[in-house]
């Protein structure tokens, strides 16, 4: 049964056929051919991700190497796919709900002409061939091709509408933000080379605890710094929210569902490193927990119905890392998946409502969407309680998870968290009740067009929906049912060597731990009624005053990043092709020059063919080397 | 196989272009030689690995030796080993996509193509010999055709470029030979111009410190060494489309490899004094030299300050002395070459048709010619060095060198050095996103997207470049058993 796992490679296949087909093929491709070409792509890497899985499931994992990439010196990179508990779950995620995002797309980009569709789906075929690459890669080198290849489809589909220079900007924003992070991350893997003499995950965990904590904390910190990155924490989340440039398809599959939880993915596969390095794992709780609270705030007063959704995102993400920090692994992993069935959910019935209202994303212009739009507004709705961690919601269960493991590790962090759950439902909701009760406020014309969206948008929703109902009933919790969290049972070997260096002495009483989910799902429920109570009879539509005009404007952090980063970095720039090149350089290069001419036109002067000078300059010659010879010797 | 055909074949094709009557004929020629100077490349690859996987040990393979002046020991020496096999490649791809670009050369087109392979002829002698006499007088083949080819063809402030260029590759030139001279008399009472004899014989430590700058700076200038760059962006700019390929896709990498084959490995102890220098000033060129390019606004000098980044991660690789370090050196000058000469390439190709190169000027290209802003896109993602072409492995194996030397120095160096990722990301998707994407001008409306021979030099180089980039143990294999041998003398086993 073992050697099965050694076609993991057709997993990453289907796709990256998918994209050379409809890349190359683009201009004479028919609509019908592209849709069948990528979407079938993806139920085949479904289908065969689902059989590895239950192949994995019983007990099963293979390092599969293809061929050695690149090898220097002692060093050898081999190019080899890990498949292991970890990676078949993420394979799930990304083909699955990847699979659901592309048969939407066909809907939604239907207005695409030919060319622009298939490239579309090219794009988004090869965005999901990286994301394989990044989760099945078996050593850190193979994974950072992963990386940079989804931060590329990312740039590629964020600008996809190119002839909008907005668009145009925030993609490249995206990219030169992820870029930063990659820095840190290439520079980590230069490092456990150096320490390591290998990036096979294999080898470096199995040494890992051979080497000092500084040099485990630097490794960390510097792989974390990717991982900011990619997954929008501070402070390099800015991006993500401008990303919604997007088609709203990609915004669910890369902006929510799957790319920015590859930040996730690779500090809970290198969680030994993590263990090891507590500091690094404090950074990343602190950091985890500011992005989760900050990030709520702003989306409290965001009016853009995607913008609402980053925000979350970006909150969202910030409480995995939460999870992250305090060694709660599986937690994160758990609400990674729960993370990426209800938002994408979110995002998707979001461009549902956007392609009702013909492009219209402002939800102060919409309202009473309910009668209009039921699949939507319904799978809307279980959308938004699950995220709110109303149980039995898959979200509840998940983030549960993780708050309990931040009260063992600081009541702090608990009390934060909740704090920021809180604020979550309360944004969540203030969305639900403006976009779709209360009254319709949009054109006439709009409301005359107004329309539930075709069936290819409609079952993804319904899908995802009741993933995010049920979701979260593979990770029951120890106080419920003893045995029954099936995910940790499933991950337990990729977490063990965590585990038992950090043997738990006292595991929260089942008392506490009923209070504390007692308490954050009584104030979210509070949150949740005070929302639709409130904005479901009196919409904001205002401009946001005082205090909240700074919330509204994201607390000026753009503004803040430009002066103090992007302009003197011109400043430098300016000053060193300006002052250090043109006149210090290269004037000294010219100067060479016109100093070489300027000396002949003089030693010219001493040729002037008039026997007097001559004789002049003989004798004086003649008077030097006298007075030389007499005074010197 | 005999590397005589290297020098023969260029040879009797500049003949042939100049015996040729009309510029039809001059054309097939000059593609005909061109296409067979690729054959004869990967022919030489071929039965290079094959000699190698025979079990044949020797450093240099099919050697041939001929006096010259036997009373000065000067010898017509050549022979090969992974890395000039690998220069040698590059130089083939890209003369052959030089002359493909150049279809449309109207003016003395007899003269322009026979200066093109003349320019070959002196990059593959230059890679082939192994007397210092013999490689010293390519070099010197390889400069003048440059000056005349921007002098005559160029555009913009051509004179002045040329003669800025000329002087200062001259200056470069003269170091050199200074350089040479210091070993041939250093060697003790052996005089030898013999690469592989003076390597054997060792010259003196003393010798070594006196004269490895001069060497090293001389070759240095060719490759764009900080402080002496500053003729890359002028000659560049002001040089016809493929004068711009040759120049930064060829004759950067002769100093290139001067530096490792001559500086680097006849005098390794010279190199250890000195490599703390060659780091500052390399990782100095590549964070300025991107910092620098992040202000020019025209492509032809934004590619060029690229360069001056991106050849300062070969030097970085060299200054580093360890073998993986060296190794990247070697595949960066390779990708270098192929990605800059794909970058002119375009941007000549832009140029004939917007009759522009001011970026700020351009604008939604994508939409009239996609196949030509496709290429700048991948040119691009190259330069800024993403995985699955052949930018990333090469400086990732530079970089990977880099930090196996653990001192604080080396790392604040690499760091430096590593920045440059981040800042080439700017200016490679400012450029990009200013003339592809966007609203179309009015002007630039009607315009037509690349003929067959642009469309073909353009696949040659990026078939080069994702090959490497996806298979890079292809080139690494190559260049692995040379590198290994300058290393072993450097840390003087």
């Known amino acids: 049964m073992s050697n099965i796992l050694n076609y993991i490679w057709l997993v990453p296949l289907f796709p990256l056929i998918g994209f050379l087909i409809n890349g190359l093929g683009r201009n004479f491709l028919s609509k019908t051919l592209v849709s069948f070409i990528a979407c079938g792509a993806l139920l085949a890497s479904f289908v065969v991700s689902v059989y590895f899985f239950i192949s994995v499931k019983e007990g099963n994992h293979e390092l599969v190497k293809l061929f050695d990439f690149i090898s220097v010196g002692k060093l050898s990179i081999p190019f080899e796919f890990q498949i292991d508990a970890l990676s078949s779950l993420f394979l799930l995620i990304i083909t699955g709900v990847g699979f659901l995002i592309h048969l939407y797309s066909t809907a939604y980009m239907h207005e695409e002409s030919n060319a622009h569709y298939a490239r579309y789906f090219a794009y988004l075929n090869l965005f999901v061939f990286s994301m394989l690459l990044l989760v099945l890669g078996g050593n850190y080198v193979i994974m950072f091709i992963g990386w940079e290849g989804v931060g590329l489809c990312s740039y590629l589909l964020i600008g996809y509408w ?400 430009d002066a103090i980063i992007s302009k003197p970095l011109k400043a430098i720039s300016i000053f060193f092709n300006n002052v250090i090149e043109k006149s210090g350089i290269d004037g000294f290069v010219n100067g060479i020059g016109e100093g070489v001419q300027y000396a002949s036109r003089q030693l010219r002067l001493l040729q002037s063919g008039q026997v007097g000078s001559y004789i002049l300059l003989m004798v004086l010659g003649m008077i030097i080397l006298m007075v030389v010879q007499f005074f010197i010797k | 196989m005999n590397l005589l055909l290297l020098i023969g074949l260029p040879l009797l094709t500049a003949v042939g272009v100049l015996l040729s009557r009309n510029t039809q004929q001059v054309r097939s020629i000059a593609f005909a030689g061109s296409a067979l100077q690729l054959i004869l490349a990967l022919a030489l690859i071929y039965f290079f690995q094959k000699e190698r996987a025979a079990g044949a040990v020797a450093q240099m393979l099919f050697e041939q030796n001929y006096a010259l002046f036997p009373s000065l020991n000067i010898n017509f020496h050549i022979g090969v080993d992974g890395i000039a096999v690998s220069m040698i490649l590059l130089t083939a791809l890209v003369v052959l996509a030089g002359v493909l670009v150049s279809w449309n050369v109207e003016k003395m087109t007899k003269e322009f193509y026979f200066l093109l392979i003349l320019l070959a002829m002196g990059a593959y002698g230059f890679f082939i010999s192994l007397d210092l006499f013999v490689l010293f007088f390519f070099l010197e083949i390889a400069v003048i055709p440059k000056y005349l080819l921007i002098g005559t063809w160029g555009s913009g402030k051509k004179e002045y470029s040329a003669n800025k260029l000329a002087l200062m590759l001259m200056t470069g030139s003269s170091l050199v030979i200074v350089g040479i001279l210091g070993m041939y008399f250093g060697n003790g009472e052996h005089k030898s111009f013999d690469i592989i004899q003076l390597s054997q014989a060792g010259i003196s430590p003393a010798v070594q410190k006196l004269f490895f700058p001069f060497l090293f700076i001389g070759f240095g200038i060719f490759t764009a060494l900080f402080p002496f760059h500053t003729w890359v962006p002028d000659g560049h700019s002001s040089a016809p489309t493929a004068g711009s390929m040759f120049l930064a896709g060829i004759s950067m990498k002769l100093g290139g490899y001067g530096c490792l084959r001559v500086a680097t490995y006849l005098m390794p102890q010279g190199a250890q004094e000195y490599s703390s220098w060659i780091i500052v000033l390399s990782s100095i060129a590549i964070l300025y030299g991107a910092f620098a390019t992040m202000m020019q606004w025209d492509l032809k000098y934004m590619n060029a300050y690229s360069s001056i980044s991106h050849c300062g991660f070969v030097l970085l690789g060299i200054g580093m002395l360890t073998k993986t370090a060296i190794t990247g050196a070697v595949m960066q000058m390779v990708s270098h070459g192929l990605m800059t000469a794909l970058f002119f390439a375009v941007i000549g190709m832009i140029y004939e048709r917007t009759h522009t190169r001011q970026i700020n000027e351009m604008g939604g290209l994508m939409k009239v010619m996609p196949f030509t802003m496709t290429v700048l896109f991948i040119a691009g993602l190259c330069s800024l060095g993403l995985p699955g072409f052949s930018g990333f492995v090469a400086e990732m194996t530079v970089f990977m060198g880099s930090w196996q030397n653990a001192d604080a120095f080396h790392r604040i160096a690499t760091i430096i050095a590593c920045m440059s990722i981040v800042v080439t990301a700017v200016y490679i998707l400012r450029a990009i996103g200013q003339v592809a994407m966007g609203p179309i001008k009015e002007t630039y409306a009607g315009l037509s997207d690349a003929s067959w021979n642009e469309k073909l030099a353009a696949i040659i180089l990026i078939i080069g470049i994702v090959a490497i980039g996806v298979a890079p143990f292809l080139l690494n294999d190559l260049i692995k058993p040379g590198a290994e041998i300058i290393m072993n003398k450097i840390s003087g086993k």
Request: aromatic content about 12%.
């Open chain 1, 162 to 561: 190119f002839k909008n220079t907005d668009y145009n900007n925030a993609a490249k924003k995206a990219f030169i933000m992820n870029r930063i992070g990659d820095l840190g991350f290439l520079l980590a893997v230069f490092w456990i080379i150096q320490q390591f003499g290998s990036v096979s995950f294999g080898e470096v965990f199995a040494n890992a605890e051979s080497k000092s904590t500084a040099v485990l904390t630097g490794i960390t910190l510097l792989l974390f710094i990717g991982a900011t990155g990619k997954s929008a924490q501070i402070p390099l989340y800015t991006w993500l929210p401008d990303a919604m440039a997007g088609p709203t398809p990609v915004s669910a599959l890369i902006h929510a569902a799957t790319m920015v939880t590859a930040g996730i993915y690779m500090i809970a596969r290198s969680n030994i490193l993590y263990t090891l390095a507590p500091t690094t794992q404090s950074v990343v709780a602190v950091i985890g927990l500011a992005t989760a609270i900050f990030a709520a705030t702003i989306a409290i007063k965001q009016n853009d119905i995607k913008k609402v959704l980053a925000y979350s995102t970006v909150s969202q993400l910030g409480y995995m890392f939460l999870g992250l920090g305090v060694g709660a692994y599986t937690g994160a992993v758990f609400h990674v998946m729960t993370h990426a069935f209800f938002k994408a959910l979110l995002f998707l019935g979001a461009g549902s409502v956007i392609h009702a209202m013909h492009h219209e994303q402002d939800i102060r212009n919409m309202g009473g969407l309910r009668k209009k739009l039921p699949i939507t507004h319904l799978t809307f709705l279980l959308g938004c309680i699950a995220i709110a961690g109303i149980p039995p919601f898959s979200g509840f269960f998940s983030k549960d998870e993780i708050l309990a493991a931040a009260y063992e590790a600081s009541p702090v962090y608990w009390i934060v968290g909740v704090a920021g759950a809180m604020m979550t439902a309360f944004y969540m909701f203030r969305l639900y009740a403006t976009t779709f009760l209360g009254n319709f406020r949009g054109t006439k014309e709009q409301e005359h067009h107004l329309h539930e969206s075709p069936w290819a948008m409609t079952v993804p929703l319904i899908v995802l929906a009741i993933l995010a109902v049920i979701g979260g009933f593979v990770g029951i919790p120890k106080v419920f049912a003893e045995n029954a969290h099936s995910l940790e049972h499933f991950l337990s070997p990729i977490f063990t060597q965590s585990e038992e260096l950090v043997k738990k002495d006292h595991a929260l009483s089942h008392s506490t731990e009923y209070m504390l989910m007692g308490v954050s799902v009584a104030l979210a429920l509070i949150a949740i009624l005070y929302a639709v109570n409130r904005y479901s009879k009196k919409p904001e539509l205002q401009d946001a005053e005082g205090f909240g005009k700074v919330l509204a404007n994201k607390w000026y952090v753009d503004e803040i990043y």
